[in-house]
């Protein structure tokens, strides 16, 4: 009887919260193609293989094992048994040649396409011609380095302090919660941005990267609360029970964000809107725009839009990291600057923002008992 062959590309493709269209887009293959090669009515070429493996950042032989059952193992695994090896994207580069930059994480040299970060354009490590081969030595900036992903518009105010402290060279990449999460699983970021818990909630986001399978090896730095809600473009409308009765056009926020959580407070059982924004400020430019008249966002984005606000829930945002890594030189210096006075006046100064009373404190993830504080 002839092995059957299962692949693990639908279930990493949907971990990510990607559509069979955002897949085909990232590698060129049609949708029907990505479809025929989920349901395995289609082996895929080598270079079909390879480019499905880069954009989902899995080996090959991970995604396209013969013999294994389908779903078997998570998304982070692979990854994890993978660090301490050669270079690897951090994600596949969408065009060649590509700019790009370099860092050590988790032991290993990771290179990410050059894009716009929280700080801006910055200049970049290296031009490659092609994806692969990666260089095998990587730039000396590469070791003084740090890599964040998360969705805080008001980031750079920490990064910037702490560059200029230290001379650390952040990079800071917008993604949502669930984003940064699964970048953080699979070795490629040191931080991660997580906003996935209202203030009254007794376990905060601890709570919330448990049911994301996360346990005490990781660690939460406690950062900041912030007012959550909805901007809209109608003034007259201030409370949650009128945005509901109010027959507005929506832009959404993708699946796995805290934002998305906010939206789904105020829409329930709704269908949701069709249309997405990635970040906080692209709901002001679409509301901006006239795409939509209402979108989730935080505070802060509301107003320098000059848009009306309702604030749905007061969050919690915290950066995840390994606890192993809280010793780290670069991050060690990243606590000190969040627990600095500078740093909690910037912050306290930001619309709907406050430092959270124990901003730059540490505990890791709870495992069920509690949390445990990291010194």
Do not use: K
Not at 67 to 96: C, F
């Amino acid at each position: 009887m002839a092995e059957r062959s299962f692949n693990q590309v639908r279930r990493l493709r949907e971990a990510r919260g990607w559509t069979q269209l955002d897949l085909a887009g990232r590698t060129g293959i049609s949708r029907t193609a990505i479809s025929a090669i989920e349901q395995c009515r289609m082996t895929p070429s080598v270079d079909a293989a390879l480019r499905i493996a880069q954009a989902l950042a899995h080996s090959v032989e991970a995604i396209f094992a013969r013999g294994g059952a389908p779903g078997a193992g998570t998304p982070g695994d692979h990854a994890d048994a993978d660090h301490g090896r050669g270079p690897r994207w951090a994600w596949a580069p969408r065009r060649t040649p590509v700019r790009c930059w370099a860092a050590r994480v988790c032991g290993r040299d990771v290179w990410y396409p050059a894009e716009p970060t929280v700080l801006g354009l910055l200049p970049h490590d290296r031009v490659l011609p092609s994806a692969a081969p990666l260089p095998a030595c990587a730039p000396p900036a590469s070791a003084q380095t740090l890599v964040i992903a998360g969705c805080d518009p008001a980031m750079s105010l920490l990064l910037s302090l702490h560059g200029a402290r230290t001379g650390v060279r952040m990079l800071a990449f917008q993604r949502t919660s669930g984003e940064a999460l699964r970048l953080l699983r699979e070795g490629v970021v040191h931080l991660a941005g997580v906003h996935l818990a209202a203030e009254d909630d007794p376990d905060g986001n601890g709570g919330a990267l448990r049911a994301h399978g996360f346990g005490p090896s990781f660690a939460l730095l406690e950062m900041t609360l912030w007012d959550a809600g909805i901007a809209v473009t109608r003034g007259g409308i201030r409370s949650v029970r009128a945005l509901r009765r109010a027959p507005l056009r929506w832009i959404g926020r993708p699946a796995g964000s805290g934002a998305r959580q906010c939206q789904d407070v105020v829409l329930q059982a709704r269908p949701a809107p069709r249309r997405l924004a990635a970040t906080h400020h692209g709901v002001a430019e679409a509301l901006l725009g006239g795409w939509a008249e209402a979108g989730a966002c935080v505070r802060m984005v509301a107003e320098d839009a000059g848009l009306p606000f309702v604030t749905v829930r007061r969050e919690r945002y915290d950066l995840c990291l390994r606890a192993a890594d809280a010793g780290e030189p670069a991050i060690a210096a990243l606590i000190r600057t969040a627990r600095s006075r500078a740093w909690r006046a910037l912050i306290d100064a930001i619309p709907g923002y406050d430092a959270a009373p124990g901003a730059g404190g540490m505990a890791r993830v709870p495992d069920g008992e509690g949390p445990d504080h990291v010194d």
